[in-house]
Protein backbone atom coordinates (compact mmCIF):
# COMPACT_ATOMS: atom_id res chain seq x y z
CA UNK A 1 0.00 0.00 0.00
CA UNK A 2 0.96 3.40 -0.71
CA UNK A 3 1.64 6.04 2.09
CA UNK A 4 0.40 9.31 1.03
CA UNK A 5 0.99 12.61 3.47
CA UNK A 6 -0.79 16.12 2.02
CA UNK A 7 0.34 19.59 3.21
CA UNK A 8 0.16 22.74 2.10
CA UNK A 9 -3.18 23.29 3.70
CA UNK A 10 -3.82 26.76 5.92
CA UNK A 11 -6.15 30.04 6.20
CA UNK A 12 -6.49 32.04 3.19
CA UNK A 13 -8.60 34.80 2.31
CA UNK A 14 -11.53 34.59 -1.02
CA UNK A 15 -10.02 35.35 -4.20
CA UNK A 16 -6.83 33.89 -2.86
CA UNK A 17 -4.68 30.80 -4.15
CA UNK A 18 -3.31 27.51 -2.11
CA UNK A 19 -0.94 24.57 -3.17
CA UNK A 20 -1.45 21.40 -1.79
CA UNK A 21 1.29 18.64 -2.32
CA UNK A 22 0.85 15.12 -1.35
CA UNK A 23 4.29 12.75 -1.07
CA UNK A 24 3.87 9.21 -2.02
CA UNK A 25 6.33 6.52 -0.46
CA UNK A 26 8.17 4.99 -3.59
CA UNK A 27 7.18 7.83 -6.09
CA UNK A 28 4.46 8.25 -8.44
CA UNK A 29 3.89 6.05 -11.18
CA UNK A 30 1.92 7.65 -14.47
CA UNK A 31 -0.02 4.35 -14.22
CA UNK A 32 -1.51 5.17 -10.88
CA UNK A 33 -4.79 6.48 -10.56
CA UNK A 34 -4.17 9.67 -7.97
CA UNK A 35 -7.05 11.94 -7.00
CA UNK A 36 -7.57 15.02 -4.45
CA UNK A 37 -10.96 14.91 -2.20
CA UNK A 38 -12.28 17.26 -0.21
CA UNK A 39 -14.72 16.99 2.81
CA UNK A 40 -16.80 19.80 4.41
CA UNK A 41 -18.53 19.58 7.94
CA UNK A 42 -21.28 17.81 7.92
CA UNK A 43 -20.95 16.68 4.48
CA UNK A 44 -19.63 13.97 2.59
CA UNK A 45 -16.49 13.00 1.18
CA UNK A 46 -16.25 14.37 -2.93
CA UNK A 47 -14.47 14.64 -5.61
CA UNK A 48 -12.32 16.88 -6.51
CA UNK A 49 -9.87 16.29 -9.37
CA UNK A 50 -8.03 12.74 -10.63
CA UNK A 51 -5.01 12.41 -12.80
CA UNK A 52 -4.57 9.10 -14.41
CA UNK A 53 -1.56 8.77 -17.37
CA UNK A 54 -1.36 12.56 -17.77
CA UNK A 55 -5.21 12.60 -18.31
CA UNK A 56 -7.18 14.95 -15.71
CA UNK A 57 -10.56 15.16 -14.56
CA UNK A 58 -12.33 17.95 -12.62
CA UNK A 59 -15.70 18.33 -10.71
CA UNK A 60 -17.35 21.13 -12.01
CA UNK A 61 -17.84 23.13 -8.82
CA UNK A 62 -13.72 23.53 -9.30
CA UNK A 63 -13.25 23.49 -12.88
CA UNK A 64 -11.63 26.37 -14.50
CA UNK A 65 -9.96 27.39 -11.13
CA UNK A 66 -8.01 24.15 -9.80
CA UNK A 67 -5.22 22.17 -11.66
CA UNK A 68 -3.76 18.96 -10.66
CA UNK A 69 -0.26 17.57 -11.56
CA UNK A 70 2.11 15.28 -10.98
CA UNK A 71 5.55 14.48 -11.00
CA UNK A 72 7.63 11.62 -10.06
CA UNK A 73 7.49 12.34 -6.23
CA UNK A 74 4.52 14.27 -5.43
CA UNK A 75 0.77 15.27 -6.44
CA UNK A 76 -0.32 18.72 -6.02
CA UNK A 77 -3.44 20.69 -6.22
CA UNK A 78 -2.88 24.54 -7.49
CA UNK A 79 -6.05 26.47 -5.97
CA UNK A 80 -6.59 29.68 -7.53
CA UNK A 81 -10.15 32.09 -6.88
CA UNK A 82 -10.57 30.35 -3.80
CA UNK A 83 -14.67 30.38 -2.19
CA UNK A 84 -15.63 29.78 0.96
CA UNK A 85 -17.46 26.93 -0.33
CA UNK A 86 -14.06 25.22 -1.10
CA UNK A 87 -13.11 25.20 3.06
CA UNK A 88 -13.05 21.45 3.74
CA UNK A 89 -10.54 19.03 4.98
CA UNK A 90 -8.64 17.90 1.33
CA UNK A 91 -7.37 13.98 1.16
CA UNK A 92 -4.67 12.40 -1.65
CA UNK A 93 -5.94 9.24 -2.40
CA UNK A 94 -3.93 6.85 -5.26
CA UNK A 95 -5.41 3.61 -6.50
CA UNK A 96 -2.94 1.13 -7.57
CA UNK A 97 -2.94 -2.42 -8.75
CA UNK A 98 -6.60 -1.79 -7.25
CA UNK A 99 -5.85 -0.69 -3.78
CA UNK A 100 -7.11 2.02 -2.64
CA UNK A 101 -4.54 4.62 -0.18
CA UNK A 102 -5.76 7.55 1.82
CA UNK A 103 -3.46 10.60 2.95
CA UNK A 104 -4.44 11.84 6.40
CA UNK A 105 -5.91 14.73 5.18
CA UNK A 106 -5.00 18.64 5.18
CA UNK A 107 -7.25 21.87 6.39
CA UNK A 108 -8.18 24.19 3.90
CA UNK A 109 -10.33 27.59 5.37
CA UNK A 110 -11.63 30.06 3.02
CA UNK A 111 -12.40 33.11 5.25
CA UNK A 112 -11.88 36.88 5.62
Known amino acids: QVQLAESGGGLVQPGGSLRLSCAAS????????MGWYRQAPGKQRELVAT????ITNYSNSVKGRFTISRDNAKLYLQMNSLQREDTAVYYC?????????WGQGTQVTVSS
Open 93 to 101: NAVVRGMSS
Open 51 to 54: INYG
Open 26 to 33: GGIFSSYL
